[in-house]
């Protein structure tokens, strides 16, 4: 197969700002209140699936996904994000040789023609292909600025006859890991590891790929200042620790934005000779597919973004309550399920409604009367109660495990308790990569305050979204600000893209797919029902529907949705999975 384009040559890199999008023209965003979900820009209610990519011969159409989609393949899920577990190292391949004269201010440097990646066996499943390439830290300056080697692993079509191309992977975070994702099975179907090889890289600053690396700056001050003064000690230490981190990290801790990691993606896609690549993006890795399709869109075969960001939605306080509103409807799922499965530890408990005992034992949080479960002389504040909350949320499988623990935080005597647990440390890396691109202006405690009110009027039952509150959280007093905030999405010329989501996910607000789809011209939304985070591990129907979208080039029909599917907890692997996932991240992220 020949090489592909060099990464300079993207649609779009001449004109305003360091992206090379400046002269592109923006899209309208279609009013929120207009249409029903899933409805596409410019096509009508009803309209056929369309096909993007030369026919196929079309799979028997399944139950289950209604209106008009034709499902194919099946697939399981893995936990994500991962941490690398890279072994040997390739050389390096350099693919950002400069160009000669000069450049117009804000474009991209060109690349040298790519050579390809020499791969080696991965040291933890030698059956996987392991690699690096070179990248320069800032693609405006080229390789004179400093080059990073990008971690890289490929699982190659199992059936190589059949092969369609590369199939692009990211598990989120922000800050998981690729390569592990691939050398963890991806949890994707049979039918695409057959057809696809199955490709990941470590962004810039994760796992294999320079990680972000901090000094140590002392203490940490609450997370929930309660004062003006905490706010201080909270603003001072993120301006602290941003100067340990781009000290032990160097010039690339300030090139973490996705900007920088999609052009990543370009120079791998050139240099395994594609001139067209396939994305799955899940959660975090939903933006990093948007601003690849922003960038390259004559580049894209096709892309699903599965639990999505919103990176259209400006504001602290509509970041805040959108990501409360969406674990409080995670946990109506849990409550409507709880009185009607045996395996809920609160349906033995007589008159108990799983709402209104949250409730109860929020106002006991708050006056200090809760201790932590394996830590009875550590006090349960309602952040960790949410938190409690949240880490159960992202698959039903855990729903079990949180009906025991909120009937053992029931059943705790009351007594007041003093010492608090200590609040986790700020993430360097959750840090660098996430205030690369989102802007959550908090000037002082009145306005910190003002989100937290707002945000518990939205969600009066789990109060607020502890992953919410650290994102907000996570930018104060960061003294470099975001290189690409919120704005209107620049997506023109892709084919189809295909958003998933569920209605029931804790952390990416089932508003926001609606809100993408709106925003992407012909994208296609397919809604799943249930709850859960990743909907194509959550249910057969999202499979089948993303497969057929990725082998057949076909996507749902306008207001395409798929049932919701009960935990099911006599699957044996579904539950090692779930384990294996808690065990690779005790606190999942986006």
């Not at 040291?123 to 292909?129: F, M, Y």
């Not at 890289?152 to 059936?159: E, P």
């Not at 989501?501 to 249930?530: C, E, F, H, M, Q």
């Amino acid at each position: 197969m020949g090489h592909g384009a060099g990464p300079s040559d993207e649609p779009g890199a001449r004109g305003k700002g360091r992206d090379g999008a400046g002269e592109r023209p923006r899209q309208p965003v279609r009013p929120r209140g207009a249409g029903r979900a899933g409805r596409r820009p410019g096509r009508a209610a009803g309209h056929e699936a369309r096909d993007i990519h030369p026919p196929r011969p079309r799979p028997r159409p399944q139950s289950g996904l209604r209106h008009r989609t034709r499902l194919t393949g099946h697939g399981k899920r893995q936990g994500t994000p991962y941490v690398i577990r890279l072994g040997r190292k390739s050389g390096a391949l350099l693919l950002c040789a400069a160009v000669a004269g000069a450049l117009v201010p804000g474009q991209v440097r060109a690349a040298a023609a790519p050579a390809p990646i020499s791969w080696h066996p991965c040291e933890d499943d030698r059956s996987i292909q392991c690699g690096t390439f070179t990248v320069p830290i800032d693609w405006a300056t080229g390789p004179q600025s400093g080059t990073v080697k990008i971690a890289v692993a490929r699982a190659k079509a199992t059936a190589p006859k059949e092969r369609i191309g590369t199939l692009v992977v990211n598990p989120g975070g922000p800050g998981g890991s690729g390569t592990e994702f691939v050398l963890d099975g991806s949890g994707l179907s049979k039918q695409l590891r057959r057809h696809y090889d199955i490709v990941g890289l470590d962004p810039r600053g994760v796992g294999g790929s320079r990680p972000v690396r901090c000094a140590k700056v002392g203490k940490a001050p609450p997370a929930h200042p309660r004062n003006q003064a905490d706010f201080a000690k909270l603003s001072a230490y993120q301006r602290k620790l941003y100067t340990a981190c781009r000290t032990k990290t160097g010039l690339l801790y300030d090139f973490l934005d996705a900007g920088s990691v999609a052009r990543d993606v370009d120079a791998l896609r050139a240099a395994l000779g594609e001139k067209k690549i396939s994305y799955y993006g899940l959660s975090y890795g939903t933006w990093l597919g948007q601003r690849y399709a922003e960038l390259f869109p004559g580049r894209v075969r096709s892309l699903v973004l599965d639990s999505t960001m919103d990176h259209s939605a400006p504001g602290t306080v509509r970041f805040s309550t959108d990501e409360a509103r969406a674990l409080e409807a995670g946990y109506a799922q849990f409550a409507k399920w709880c009185p009607t499965s045996k395996y809920c530890a609160l349906r033995k408990m007589k008159k108990t409604n799983p709402v209104k005992l949250l409730d109860a034992l929020m106002r006991r949080a708050e006056r200090g009367t809760l201790h932590e479960l394996d830590s009875p002389k550590e006090r349960l504040a309602p952040p960790g109660l949410a938190q409690m909350v949240r880490t159960s949320m992202y698959n039903p499988l855990s729903w079990a495990g949180l009906s025991e623990e909120l009937r053992e935080l029931s059943r705790q005597k009351v007594r007041t308790i003093k010492r608090s647990a200590p609040d986790e440390p700020p993430d360097g890396a959750f840090i660098g990569i996430l205030c690369a691109d989102w802007s959550f202006p908090v000037r002082n405690y009145k306005d910190l305050a003002a989100v937290r009110a707002h945000t518990r009027r939205a969600a009066p039952h789990v109060r607020f979204n502890p992953l919410g509150w650290e994102a907000v959280t996570a930018c104060i007093g960061r003294p470099r600000a975001a290189q690409d905030p919120q704005r209107p999405y620049r997506i023109i010329g892709t084919p189809p893209i295909l958003v998933v989501n569920g209605v029931g996910d804790p952390v990416t607000a089932y508003p926001w797919a609606r809100s993408v789809n709106r925003s992407i011209p012909g994208s296609a939304l397919l809604t799943y029902k249930g709850a859960g985070h990743g909907a194509y591990g959550l249910s057969p129907c999202t499979r089948k529907a993303v497969d057929t979208y990725l082998l057949h080039g076909r996507t749902p029909g306008w207001g395409a949705h798929c049932p919701a599917v009960a935990p099911n907890f006599n699957d044996t692997r579904a539950q090692r999975r779930l384990d294996g996932a808690r065990r690779l991240d005790g606190a999942r992220r986006f």
